[in-house]
């Protein structure tokens, strides 16, 4: 069981997002996941996310969870959605990737890996002096690429 699962409850404020903005900016990036405990054991025990909140929406017969590394203000959030009455999705031709950045991508990746993660794409660099990246496959088959965010 992840150890997100412990610390999971539903979200009391309904303007998460801010009651003030005076500019728009990036929120969220919502995916459709089978397994929450297995969406979350991926993105928090394994790349450290934190889970943010938990809506269930009964009108609309869907839970979604809010993850990100900080919290809504500092934009940047996940949401994994599971309609109540679908058993089953696909991703179509349009999805690319969720990239997520990480200080130690040898890390990253063996910790993944000890989890069982599909590592799609061992890490390399396209440019001369540029990060070197690699690519993983989420629970639902969603690739994530890994973008090793510490040079040296």
């Not at 728009?24 to 397994?35: A, E, K, S």
């Not at 890390?107 to 890996?113: I, P, Q, T, V, Y």
């Not at 002096?129 to 040079?151: C, M, N, W």
Request: with cysteine; charged share 25%.
């Amino acid at each position: 069981m992840s150890q997100a699962s412990a610390t999971i409850k539903a979200s009391t404020n309904n303007w998460v997002w801010g009651a003030d903005a005076t500019r728009p900016r990036f929120l969220h990036t919502m995916i459709r996941v089978r397994d929450f405990d297995a969406s979350l054991r991926f993105y928090v025990d394994g790349l450290g996310m934190k889970v943010l909140d938990r809506f269930d929406i009964e009108a609309r017969r869907v839970t979604a969870f809010f993850i990100g590394f900080g919290g809504y203000e500092d934009g940047g959030c996940l949401e994994l959605t599971h309609l109540w009455d679908v058993d089953a999705y696909t991703h179509g031709t349009g999805y690319g990737h969720i990239a997520i950045g990480v200080p130690d991508l040898p890390g990253a990746l063996a910790k993944l890996e000890a989890m069982g993660v599909e590592v799609t794409q061992r890490p390399v660099k396209y440019f001369a002096d540029a990060p070197h990246l690699a690519f993983v496959k989420d629970p639902d088959g969603y690739s994530v690429e890994l973008i090793q965010t510490r040079k040296g």
